[in-house]
Each structure stands twice: as C-alpha cells, then as structure tokens.
C-alpha cells in the first residue's frame, strides 16, 4: 500500500459527459501528479500540483483540469468524454516538486467511455 | 528530447532463470534521475529504485540488481532466479531534475512460468 488514495476504482460513463477523479496523497507529501496510461499512448503525464498551484504541465488536453485543495487532496475533471479518454489515471504523490523524490502511486481510476 | 526506450516488449523465461531488462534514455541534461517501477496484475505501480546521474555505482537488493552506465545510457534491471510473483510489466523512467514529471518508456511484460 503506497499510501496514496484515489477514487473511484472504477467508473463507466457515456461520451460528451463529465467525470471527476479524486486523489489523496500520502500524508505529508506535497505533490501530486496525473498520468493516463492508455494502451496507445503508455504511461503519459499529465499535471503536477505543489502545495496547491500547478508547477508542470505535460500533454493533457484543454477539456482536462485539476486543482489541489488546502487540505492537499487533488481532483482531476474530465469533460466531454470521448471514447479516446478510455483509460487508467493515476495519481501520484511526492515530497517535493523536483524530479528527485520517488513519486509513489495510487491504484488509478479505471475510466470507461461508452 | 528525453525519452527512454525499453526495447523488450515482452520477455518469458522459466522460473530460477535470470533476467535482464533493458533500459535506454535520452537526454541533454547533466543532472537527471532514473526509476524502475514495477505494474503486477492488479495494476498498481510499485517503485523499485531510484538513481542519480552522479552515481553510477552498481545496486543490489535481494535478488534484484541494477547496472547504470552512464556512456551508454543504459540503466538496465537484472532479476536473478526469477520467481512467478516477478510476473509483471516493469516501466523504466527518468526524471528531469528541473520538473517533477517521469517519462517513462513504453515498459517491459515479463511473464516467469512455474
């Protein structure tokens, strides 16, 4: 167990709708990121928050945000759905923000796009 | 551009057999850092190790062993007398030091047989 929650496990929901994924890090990390890992695409990021403000951005499309909160929790939103968006997300935490801390992650939110 | 290349897609081999798994990186960075992780069936990913671009020695645990070198660019993971819980994808990745995203490479399916 990494420590690091996300929920759902699982969620199927039809093309054009909205989702979010909810993510806890580990207590006392600080940052959290969002990969998607599809089958085409392998394991791709997508978003690293801080202490609640975004720090990096990788290739995530402009109908996906995410936000941190206060409390370090961090939720990833999905808007019209396409069945391209099929895929696993995780969330992982870290202690900092730089690429020298091991980021440990949680067991993805499966998404299904029907 | 960085990228890491994990040429095997899949390996097979009989349980107790070594197993070597490769890794190849790009990138223009001086300072850097490299992780295995590991996906089992249940889809989690577990980290293993991490390095840095400074420390190329050689790293043991139990029966797992990585060899970094640096001029080749190679950070490659021995299992030693695999065992069928070894079965599962194994993802090299590298860090940049200036940004806390991975990138990792497509991964590696390694499937032990009793």
């Known amino acids: 167990d990494s420590g690091v929650t996300q929920t759902p496990k699982h969620l199927i929901t039809a093309t054009g709708q909205r989702v979010t994924l909810r993510c806890s890090p580990r207590?006392?990390?600080?940052?959290v990121y969002w990969y998607q890992q599809s089958l085409d695409q392998g394991l791709q990021f997508l978003i690293q928050?801080?202490?609640?403000?975004?720090?990096a951005k990788g290739n995530i499309l402009e109908r996906f945000s995410a936000q941190q909160f206060p409390d370090l929790h961090s939720e990833l939103n999905l808007s019209s759905l396409e069945l391209g968006d099929s895929a696993l997300y995780f969330c992982?935490?870290?202690?900092?923000?730089?690429?020298?801390?091991?980021?440990?992650f949680g067991p993805g939110t499966r998404l299904t796009v029907l | 551009a960085q990228k890491v290349t994990q040429a095997q897609t899949e390996i097979s081999v009989v349980e107790k057999e070594d197993v070597t798994l490769d890794c190849v990186y790009e990138t223009r960075d001086t300072t850097y850092y490299l992780f295995w992780y590991k996906q089992p069936p249940s889809g989690e990913l577990v980290f293993l190790i991490r390095r840095n671009s400074f420390d190329e020695q050689n790293e043991i645990s139990g029966r797992y062993s990585w060899n970094f070198q640096k001029s080749t660019s190679s950070f490659n993971f021995t299992i030693t007398a695999s065992q069928v819980v070894d079965s599962a994808v194994y993802f090299c990745a590298l860090g940049p030091s200036n940004t806390g995203k991975l990138i990792f490479g497509q991964g590696t399916t390694l499937q032990v047989k009793p």
């Open positions: 207590s006392g990390d600080l940052s």
């Open positions: 992982a935490s870290s202690a900092w923000t730089g690429g020298i801390n091991e980021q440990f």
């Open positions: 928050y801080y202490n609640g403000e975004e720090r």
